[in-house]
């Protein structure tokens, strides 16, 4: 009895968890242009220092929808984009167009790349699936150089913004953000705007 209340728990805190991520079957929706006004592009080029010649990461890139188009507006940067799922990673190398983009699989909290090798970092829509955030963005530290700048976009936590996305209660607050990166060690870590129904949050390396 005490055993078999043992394994119910389990199997709920797993499904708990696992429910939490982006159901690869529905990448399709990651690439609905409606998003692109609500996360626009020239908004992140400006918040990470996009240039010619520098080199950037996506985290949990997911189908690269929006990164693609980030890529394609400052085509002299390069983009690397990543994400734990294979599916997603296969759709990203599958898209054509964008020359200076290069997807990649990465194991949970480990970042295929050198230490200090990038410019700026985003994570769009990744921080709520996050079980525990401290290692990743501690890695995310180790490679963006000294000063260089991460971004995170993430969905509201309000009632009326709960239309779209994932459930009110898997979502995170702002705040949350604010104090997981000023744990991990960032610098100027602020919230910012300019999105549509997500909030944002800037910090410094
Ligand atoms: C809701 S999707 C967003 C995809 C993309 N950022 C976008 O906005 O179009 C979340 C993505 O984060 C990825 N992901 C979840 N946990 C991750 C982790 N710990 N490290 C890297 N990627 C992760 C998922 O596989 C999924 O592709």
Redesign the pocket.
Known sequence: MLLSGFVNLFNNFKQSKTEK??N?AK?KK?NNPI?LQW?PVDRIVSLVGMRDGRVFL??????????REVAANVPGATVHT????PL?VAEMKNSTGVGNILPQL?E??ILPFGDASMDGAW????FH??DKTTS?LREIRRVLRPGGRLLI?DWEKEEEACEQG?PLHHRVLTIEVIEKLQEAGFNEVKATTGFTHHFAVLARN
């Open positions: 991520k982006f690869p990448r990651l998003r996360i996506d985290i949990g890139a997911g189908t690269g929808y929006i990164s990543v994400d734990v799922e997603m990465m949970h909290d994570s769009i829509t990744v699936e996050l990743l976009v994932p």
